[in-house]
């Protein structure tokens, strides 16, 4: 199969880097936002983000442009019909996406395949509100997406070998990333790691064991990590780990996911990261620390 045009579905951080890596590898992208001022909002902070690549001689002007031309921006799902491949990227919440994967079903095309981004969610529940859930799959990218050289391809209980193989093809062969085969599971294979590490980096904190900093120095200097756990949380934002810690918890039962106290005082003060400016670390309004 040909893949010329991807639509992405949410213009929020995972979309927005999706949006950007597939115009950059050269593909037409469908960018669909549910208002004009989301839509208006995710589309300045691609063009924020190509900005600082060209401040670090990265890309140049005329690759920022070619790389913007390539993003069509919509607020109508029906425009999702013309491509070749649907990836959906809306908040982490199952009954919205199914709500979302039911009018798609409706919309698209069937041979056309329907991927989520989601990093917790089941697959299955998802493709059991379409009437065709052998094409429903994950596609679980890391941000920053376009930095991070691994995709999760998740196959949910009725997705077919076909819907695997064609999206292992444009995982591997059109976007060039390194794919790993996950059958279903909370968290599947790096959320369910990496939460439970972030996890256990706030008990560290609360117990008064290293500071933040310290502690992320550890890891960053000890075992390579590009961002220590705790900041890695705030990029992620801790809502967002919070909610994914809460559903594995659930799921498993285990009280290894059972989220720290402290995480969920952060969440309930507002602190939740890069977006907020404040979490374990301060953000000026680019998401540099500060």
């Known amino acids: 199969m040909h893949y010329k045009k991807i639509g992405v579905i949410g213009g929020g951080t995972m979309g927005q880097g999706i949006a950007e890596m597939l115009a950059g590898k050269g593909l037409e992208v469908v960018l669909i936002e549910h208002t004009i001022e989301k839509m208006e909002n995710s589309w300045a902070m691609i063009e924020l983000s190509l900005d600082k690549q060209m401040e670090k001689w990265a890309i140049t002007a005329s690759e920022k442009k070619l790389i913007l031309s390539r993003i069509h921006k919509t607020i109508d799902l029906k425009e999702s019909a013309s491509c070749d491949m649907v990836i959906e990227t809306i908040s982490e919440d199952l009954e919205l996406k199914k709500r979302l994967f039911r009018k798609l079903d409706e919309i698209c095309p069937k041979e056309l395949i329907l991927a989520s981004n989601t990093s917790t969610l089941s697959l299955t529940e998802l493709g059991s509100a379409t009437k065709n859930p052998e094409r429903v799959i994950g596609l679980h990218f890391i941000h920053p997406v376009a930095k991070i050289d691994l995709a999760e391809i998740i196959r949910g209980l009725k997705?077919?070998?076909?819907?695997?193989?064609?999206?292992?093809?444009?995982?591997?062969?059109?976007?060039?990333?390194?794919?790993?085969?996950?059958?279903?599971?909370?968290?599947?294979?790096?959320?369910?790691?990496?939460?439970?590490?972030i996890n256990e980096a706030v008990h560290t904190l609360a117990e008064r064991v290293?500071?933040?900093?310290?502690?992320?120095?550890?890891?960053?200097?000890?075992?390579?990590?590009?961002?220590?756990?705790?900041?890695?949380?705030?990029?992620?934002?801790?809502?967002?780990?919070?909610?994914?810690?809460?559903?594995?918890?659930?799921?498993?039962?285990?009280?290894?996911?059972?989220?720290?106290?402290?995480?969920?005082?952060?969440?309930?003060?507002?602190?939740?990261?890069?977006?907020?400016?404040?979490?374990?670390?301060?953000?000026?309004?680019?998401?540099?620390?500060?």
């Open 210 to 290: 290293a500071s933040a900093e310290d502690i992320d120095l550890a890891m960053r200097k000890g075992y390579e990590f590009h961002y220590g756990p705790l900041e890695m949380a705030d990029r992620f934002g801790l809502d967002s780990v919070l909610a994914a810690l809460d559903r594995m918890f659930r799921e498993f039962g285990d009280l290894k996911y059972r989220p720290s106290f402290l995480l969920k005082q952060m969440v309930h003060a507002g602190h939740l990261g890069v977006k907020t400016g404040e979490g374990f670390f301060r953000y000026d309004k680019d998401g540099d620390r500060m």
């Open 159 to 197: 997705t077919s070998e076909d819907t695997y193989k064609l999206t292992r093809n444009f995982v591997e062969d059109v976007i060039q990333k390194t794919s790993i085969k996950v059958y279903e599971s909370p968290g599947f294979v790096t959320s369910r790691l990496i939460c439970l590490l």
